[in-house]
């Protein structure tokens, strides 16, 4: 397995961000990238907490400021809940629908509040505008970031289980050379 040293999260992220936006097939301008990055390393050090995401935009509705915070708070976290737990919210009461849903909706709020401040503003129009594309690309990123706390074994696998295309790509890079066999055989052919 190819191994690449970085000199911060942030390039780290920069790498996989880049590749999964490719990998998803999105187009998305150099702030946007920039912002998704941010958002991963931010994710690195804080927790997400319990606090229903709902109920904390009703409670900011007062203050402008506490709103805009808030705004951004419920997106960013709501952008990568859904692009990093999505399988795990089908088994829940909230599923990854409600999160895009959400998410959608502040960055949607945000960016008119923030439309002349500054071209933040048009960052979060674009996050809102392509919501469900950046779900897909963060949901590349946790595919890259799992393969690389897995070993080959496992790796095919899941592949065995799934016929996943992104996964049977990743053991061509790998070197390992794949043949399709039929479903649930277990074994190359």
Not at 84 to 99: E, H, I, P, Q
Not at 107 to 124: P, Q
Request: proline share 2%; hydrophobic share 40%.
């Amino acid at each position: 397995m190819d191994v690449t040293a970085h000199a911060t999260v942030e390039e780290f992220f920069h790498e996989v961000v880049t590749d999964a936006l490719a990998r998803a097939d999105v187009q998305a301008t150099e702030g946007a990238e920039c912002y998704l990055v941010g958002l991963l390393g931010e994710f690195t050090k804080a927790r997400i907490t319990d606090d229903p995401l709902s109920l904390k935009l009703v409670e900011s509705q007062g203050d402008p400021a506490a709103r805009v915070k808030t705004l951004k708070e419920v997106g960013d976290t709501s952008l990568y809940v859904a692009g990093f737990f999505a399988a795990s919210l089908n088994r829940r009461l909230v599923d990854a629908g409600y999160y895009v849903n959400l998410g959608e909706a502040a960055y949607r709020e945000l960016a008119g509040r923030l439309s002349g401040a500054s071209s933040i503003g048009e960052i979060y129009s674009e996050l809102a505008a392509k919501f469900p594309r950046f779900v897909d690309v963060l949901a590349e990123v946790r595919k890259r970031i799992d393969c690389a706390q897995r070993d080959v074994v496992k790796l095919y696998e899941t592949w065995l289980v799934t016929r996943s295309e992104w996964v049977e790509r990743r053991l061509r890079e790998l070197g390992v050379l794949v043949q399709t066999a039929p479903k649930g055989s277990g074994y190359l052919q």
